[in-house]
Nanobody, 119 residues
């Protein structure tokens, strides 16, 4: 199976920066998509930024120009968050979708990391 380990959340003042990381482990045959979602209190989970298997990066409009997703390979992605705003406060979840060797298609979620933007 595939497992995800996230790190990098915390408390930051408005205008500050944070960098999230997510590492996938397990027997990965291929990756369809990997990226970050977030869920604020009382709101639905939403896509923040993600890579497709072809390497294309997609962002939600509210973070374009402020957040950058990058990756080392098909197993590790990062989310550099700059110019953070209070409305970015949420639990951020790493998401992986792909083919796990011996298991077929899988969608896996990380445990979530809290990002709080407050003065």
């Amino acid at each position: 199976q595939v497992q995800l380990v996230e790190s990098g959340g915390g408390l930051v003042q408005p205008g500050g920066s944070l960098r999230l990381s997510c590492a996938a482990s397990g027997r990965i045959f291929s990756m369809i998509a990997m990226g970050w979602y977030r869920q604020a209190p009382g709101k639905e989970r939403e896509l923040v930024a993600a890579f497709t298997g072809a390497g294309t990066a997609n962002y939600t409009d509210s973070v374009k120009g402020r957040f950058t997703i990058s990756r080392d390979n098909v197993r590790t992605v990062f989310l550099q968050m700059n110019s953070l705003k209070p409305e970015d406060t949420a639990v951020y979840y790493c998401n992986w979708r792909g083919i796990a060797a011996g298991y077929g298609y899988r969608e896996v979620w990380g445990q979530g990391t809290l990002v709080t933007v407050s003065s």
